[in-house]
């Protein structure tokens, strides 16, 4: 059973398009991470949240962190190909550190 | 570039063979985790050490072992090898220069068992 569910599994969309990525889970995090992972890469970093409602903004990328602290989401507005990638979140609970990662969003941004 | 170098960047090799995955973390980061990851499972945490040693443990199979040198590079040895565990396997470091939950990812080696 995956901690963090995220949805949808898979997300193929036109250049300009706006898009919805979900993190979901039952369990309270301390504090919750959006990765970006292109092909033959590692995954990079993109935001990390810390408090339940809290809303990060990243040019066109708007993260939030839910008021219970147990789901998240990430919006992208007019979607680029440079957008193209695996979208995982990442969440940490209790005292530890070590994030617990979802399966993540496959994006494919079509020009 | 994420300053976390992982080698060798692909690696095949048959059943029951033993090998060697090896990462150097970012300078000044003192902690360094291994990830696997795979199709069916996703980015699976498998070890942490933090400076010379073990710091936390995840689904690490008793097959898998780890060390952190003194130098703080890391090697991921994986003996016995079955067909289940090809996948990439990731490295990240994470220091005071970027708080310990900011992991810094390498580019991974993609193992390939036949």
């Known amino acids: 059973t995956q901690l963090l569910e995220q949805s949808p599994q898979f997300l193929s969309i036109q250049e300009g398009e706006n898009l919805t990525v979900y993190c979901n889970s ?9 990765y970006r992972q292109e092909p033959g890469e590692g995954p990079v970093l993109l935001v990390t949240v810390v408090t339940g409602g809290e809303v990060k903004k990243l040019k066109r990328l708007t993260f939030q962190f839910g008021d219970a602290r147990k789901d998240s989401s990430l919006h992208i507005t ?7 990638g695996l979208y995982l979140c990442a969440g940490a609970t209790g005292g530890s550190y070590i994030p617990t990662f979802g399966r993540g969003t496959s994006l494919i941004v079509h020009p | 570039d ?6 060798p960047k692909h690696l095949i090799t048959a ?21 696997q990851q795979s199709l069916d499972q996703g980015l699976q945490f498998l070890i942490q050490y ?11 199979l008793e097959r898998f072992s780890a060390q952190q040198f003194p130098d703080l590079h890391s090697e991921l040895n994986l ?10 396997y990731f490295c990240a470091s994470s220091g005071p220069h970027g708080g310990r939950e900011k992991l810094f990812f390498g580019s991974g080696t993609q193992l390939s068992v036949l």
């Open chain 1, 26 to 34: 039952s369990s309270v995090f301390s504090s919750l991470q959006w």
């Open chain 1, 78 to 84: 007019a979607a680029q190909p440079g957008d193209t």
């Open chain 2, 2 to 7: 994420s300053g976390v170098t992982q080698t």
């Open chain 2, 15 to 35: 059943t029951g063979q033993r090998v060697t995955l090896r990462c150097s973390p970012r300078s000044g980061d003192l902690s360094v985790y291994w990830y």
């Open chain 2, 50 to 60: 933090y400076n010379g040693e073990e710091r936390a443990k995840g689904n690490i």
């Open chain 2, 79 to 88: 003996s016995s090898l079955e067909l289940g565990d090809s996948a990439l």
